[in-house]
């Protein structure tokens, strides 16, 4: 499906250092400064928080507060029988903005020694409503 090929290549991205991923036929999504957000993470498990040892609560806390917007969640595993990578697609729409229709977040995430999960890669992208741009996720704003 699109939204593997779509975690594929931020996994490849990841793997070669980059933090956008492009995939034929899709849009390019921006990339997301985390790390900051990693210090959080290793301060956050440092003190057993528990949200550190979810990928998808991980991923929430990257994206923030989605009160009042129709949330998405897709969780992808590296594999079954070691699942230490994973990758979190988060999709907001009806968000409270007059351009900006939804906004979609593809994050990969690395199982630690200590169990808690830190980003590896993360891009965004947004749809914006008619007449305000484009009506695919795309890293090109809205007007």
Same mark, same amino acid.
């Given at each position: 499906?699109?939204?593997?090929?779509?975690?594929?290549?931020?996994?490849?991205?990841?793997?070669? #250092?980059? $933090?956008?991923?492009?995939?034929?036929?899709?849009?390019?999504? *921006? &990339?997301? =400064?985390? %790390?900051?957000?990693?210090? /959080?993470?290793?301060?956050?498990?440092?003190?057993?928080?528990?949200?550190?040892?979810?990928?998808?609560?991980?991923?929430?806390?990257?994206?923030?507060?989605?009160? #009042?917007? $129709?949330?998405?969640?897709?969780?992808?595993?590296?594999?079954? *029988? &070691?699942? =230490?990578? %994973?990758?979190?697609?988060? /999709?907001?729409?009806?968000?409270?903005?007059?351009?900006?229709m939804g906004q979609r977040f593809v994050i990969v995430l690395g199982?630690?020694?200590?169990?808690?999960?830190?980003?590896?890669?993360?891009?965004?992208?947004?749809?914006?409503?008619?007449?305000?741009?484009?009506?695919?996720?795309?890293?090109?704003?809205?007007?």
């Amino acid at each position: 499906t699109l939204f593997v090929a779509v975690l594929a290549a931020m996994t490849v991205a990841a793997a070669a #250092g980059k $933090t956008t991923a492009t995939v034929v036929g899709d849009p390019e999504y *921006e &990339s997301v =400064d985390f %790390a900051a957000f990693n210090k /959080t993470v290793v301060e956050a498990a440092g003190k057993s928080e528990a949200w550190t040892m979810d990928p998808v609560l991980v991923a929430l806390k990257l994206t923030g507060p989605s009160e #009042g917007m $129709t949330q998405n969640i897709e969780r992808v595993y590296g594999s079954a *029988e &070691s699942p =230490d990578a %994973a990758e979190v697609m988060i /999709t907001n729409e009806k968000l409270p903005d007059d351009s900006v229709m939804g906004q979609r977040f593809v994050i990969v995430l690395g199982k630690n020694d200590d169990g808690s999960w830190t980003v590896k890669s993360a891009g965004k992208a947004v749809k914006c409503y008619e007449s305000r741009g484009h009506q695919d996720y795309s890293k090109e704003p809205c007007m």
